[in-house]
């Protein structure tokens, strides 16, 4: 416990009461109501009655009880109409407590910012859409591409990304099949890759080749690859069963449209852009790999990366660093 | 009466609040708000006879700043996966939120439903995808919170298979 003298600790519950407007619940493992208070109207609990089950006045509360776990904490649960509750849960051997507390502000807070992150997600995804889909090529150079149609050089950041769990064809099992796992690593990868306002140049085997720097931003290239790498490593974590690598390199490249086919085509040639994939062919799941250019741009992330070595690369070789994640 | 928790799981910006809004307000709004924690409804409805009182968990989208706390799911009798049918992308989340939602509160009923079918010229959902859910022997409709099409028939449909 914390060694707070008693003049502290009774500041603190009056502000608590004053802004959060506790209320509590005391209900047997039975499910019977068998103690209320506090601010319980605040939160549409009003009419309460005592001695009779909670199933038929409380109805948020149908299915948790009696409680399975010693503890359970909900931020955010909107019971009445326009208020937020906090809402802690404790088991007791005999009964379960349920406090609540206004949590309206603070939920009103992080709908702001949820609001701005979905939203503009949202809209990376959708100019990501015109791009491939419905503009001409040539005007989406112009106009959203930050290049020109006919070629230019132009510092970019090329990252490839590996899908390393993909295994044989096997028509037994169609959950393993490879290329559906490959086309739940895409749909997982791209959308990170466009959030980060990289474009997804193609698709090689079980590689997905994006580059940034040919859309406007206010960062660096190298610092929204790298961005968008750790997020990848992040959702392929959560995937359990996915597994990527990731390269990143950064300089000077050569930039415009092919005809290919019918359409014109987003084409990138350089050192950077061979280098990645070369790396990219003998970098090992889990990993993510960067050249010294990039390196050399990422100012305080510089601190997440230690210089590495890839096999049947030569020594002499420009230096590579490896992400360790804090 | 009967109670039992229904529970709308998805990526963000799939519709789950407007599903539940169009079900049991029958109002629909086009201005996306994003939902941060849970909203709570409820409906009574006859089933086969049968009163229920729905309580309905509309459970703030999926993303990688906010992840569905599993503890929410506790108790829930059902639950609705709730895909955009113009983001292929928010299938594979169904897909991940499934497994969890299934390691934490077991086998119970659920359906998948593709919100936002009235979009048709933005539909990214093909014959393979539902072949897939076919596969796994998940139950699936289409629907759309803004005309209302397939809403109230999915919550009928799951209340049956609860009861």
Same mark, same amino acid.
């Given at each position: 416990m914390l060694n707070l003298p008693e003049p502290i600790v009774t500041f603190l519950c009056s502000i608590v009461v004053r802004d959060r407007f506790p209320?509590?619940? !005391?209900?047997?493992?039975?499910g019977v109501l068998l103690a209320f208070g506090g601010a319980c109207d605040r939160y549409g609990l009003d009419h309460?009655?005592?001695? !009779? #089950? =909670? +199933? +038929?006045?409380?109805?948020?509360?149908t299915g948790l009880l009696p409680l399975q776990e010693p503890a359970m904490h909900m931020p955010f649960l909107q019971i009445a109409e326009g208020v937020i509750a906090?809402?802690?849960m404790f088991a007791e051997p005999e009964d379960d407590w349920i406090i609540l507390c206004d949590a309206t502000l603070e939920n009103a807070k992080h709908v702001l910012i949820q609001q701005k992150v979905n939203d503009l997600s949202l809209l990376r995804r959708e100019q990501a859409k015109s791009l491939g889909h419905s503009m001409h090529p040539d005007v989406a150079a112009k106009t959203i591409l930050d290049i020109q149609p006919t070629g230019e050089q132009k #510092?970019?950041?090329?990252? =490839?990304?590996? /899908? /390393?769990?993909?295994?044989?064809?096997?028509?037994?099992?169609? !959950?393993? %099949?490879p290329l559906r796992k490959l086309d739940a690593y895409l749909s997982t990868v791209s959308?990170?890759?466009? +959030?980060?306002?990289?474009?997804?140049? !193609? %698709?090689?085997? %079980?590689?997905?080749v994006a580059v940034f720097g040919a859309l406007p931003s206010t960062r660096i290239a190298p610092k929204q690859a790298i961005a968008a790498s750790i997020r990848i490593l992040e959702a392929c974590e959560d995937q359990q069963h996915s597994q990527c690598a990731l390269v990143v390199t950064t300089g000077i490249v050569t930039v415009g449209l092919l005809q290919v086919g019918f359409g014109k085509t987003l084409t990138v040639i350089g050192e950077p852009m061979d280098l990645a994939v070369n790396l990219n062919k003998n970098s090992e799941a889990e990993t993510l790999i960067i050249d010294k250019p990039t390196f050399d741009q990422l100012d305080q992330m510089q601190r997440s990366f230690m210089p590495t070595s890839l096999s049947g690369r030569s020594a002499s070789a420009a230096p590579l660093y490896s992400y360790c994640k804090l | 009466?009967?109670?039992?928790?229904?529970?709308?799981v998805g990526a963000f910006a799939t519709g789950k609040t407007s599903l539940v809004a169009r079900y049991v307000q029958g109002i629909y709004s086009d201005k996306y708000q994003t939902t941060v924690g849970v909203k709570i409804d409820k409906k009574n409805i006859s089933v086969s006879g049968q009163d229920l009182n729905l309580i309905l968990w509309d459970i703030h989208g999926e993303d990688e700043f906010q992840k569905i706390r599993m503890?929410?799911?506790?108790?829930?009798?059902?639950?609705?996966?709730?895909?955009?049918?113009?983001?292929?992308? $928010?299938?594979?989340?169904?897909?991940?939120?499934? @497994?969890?939602?299934? *390691?934490?509160?077991?086998?119970?009923?659920?359906? $998948?439903?593709?919100?936002?079918? *009235?979009? @048709?010229?933005?539909?990214?959902i093909g014959e393979e995808d539902l072949e897939e859910l076919t596969q796994r022997q998940w139950l699936y409709c289409m629907g759309s919170a803004r005309t209302g099409l397939g809403v109230e028939e999915c919550f009928i449909k799951l209340a049956q298979m609860m009861l």
């Amino acid at each position: 416990m914390l060694n707070l003298p008693e003049p502290i600790v009774t500041f603190l519950c009056s502000i608590v009461v004053r802004d959060r407007f506790p209320a509590y619940l !005391q209900i047997s493992k039975a499910g019977v109501l068998l103690a209320f208070g506090g601010a319980c109207d605040r939160y549409g609990l009003d009419h309460l009655h005592l001695h !009779q #089950s =909670v +199933d +038929d006045q409380i109805f948020f509360l149908t299915g948790l009880l009696p409680l399975q776990e010693p503890a359970m904490h909900m931020p955010f649960l909107q019971i009445a109409e326009g208020v937020i509750a906090e809402i802690h849960m404790f088991a007791e051997p005999e009964d379960d407590w349920i406090i609540l507390c206004d949590a309206t502000l603070e939920n009103a807070k992080h709908v702001l910012i949820q609001q701005k992150v979905n939203d503009l997600s949202l809209l990376r995804r959708e100019q990501a859409k015109s791009l491939g889909h419905s503009m001409h090529p040539d005007v989406a150079a112009k106009t959203i591409l930050d290049i020109q149609p006919t070629g230019e050089q132009k #510092s970019l950041a090329i990252l =490839v990304a590996k /899908c /390393c769990s993909t295994a044989e064809l096997d028509a037994q099992t169609t !959950q393993a %099949n490879p290329l559906r796992k490959l086309d739940a690593y895409l749909s997982t990868v791209s959308p990170l890759i466009l +959030d980060e306002g990289g474009i997804i140049h !193609q %698709n090689i085997g %079980n590689s997905i080749v994006a580059v940034f720097g040919a859309l406007p931003s206010t960062r660096i290239a190298p610092k929204q690859a790298i961005a968008a790498s750790i997020r990848i490593l992040e959702a392929c974590e959560d995937q359990q069963h996915s597994q990527c690598a990731l390269v990143v390199t950064t300089g000077i490249v050569t930039v415009g449209l092919l005809q290919v086919g019918f359409g014109k085509t987003l084409t990138v040639i350089g050192e950077p852009m061979d280098l990645a994939v070369n790396l990219n062919k003998n970098s090992e799941a889990e990993t993510l790999i960067i050249d010294k250019p990039t390196f050399d741009q990422l100012d305080q992330m510089q601190r997440s990366f230690m210089p590495t070595s890839l096999s049947g690369r030569s020594a002499s070789a420009a230096p590579l660093y490896s992400y360790c994640k804090l | 009466m009967l109670q039992k928790k229904i529970c709308m799981v998805g990526a963000f910006a799939t519709g789950k609040t407007s599903l539940v809004a169009r079900y049991v307000q029958g109002i629909y709004s086009d201005k996306y708000q994003t939902t941060v924690g849970v909203k709570i409804d409820k409906k009574n409805i006859s089933v086969s006879g049968q009163d229920l009182n729905l309580i309905l968990w509309d459970i703030h989208g999926e993303d990688e700043f906010q992840k569905i706390r599993m503890s929410y799911l506790r108790g829930s009798a059902a639950y609705i996966l709730v895909v955009d049918g113009t983001r292929r992308d $928010t299938l594979g989340t169904v897909f991940q939120l499934q @497994s969890k939602v299934e *390691d934490t509160i077991g086998k119970v009923p659920f359906i $998948t439903m593709f919100n936002k079918y *009235d979009l @048709s010229q933005d539909w990214e959902i093909g014959e393979e995808d539902l072949e897939e859910l076919t596969q796994r022997q998940w139950l699936y409709c289409m629907g759309s919170a803004r005309t209302g099409l397939g809403v109230e028939e999915c919550f009928i449909k799951l209340a049956q298979m609860m009861l």
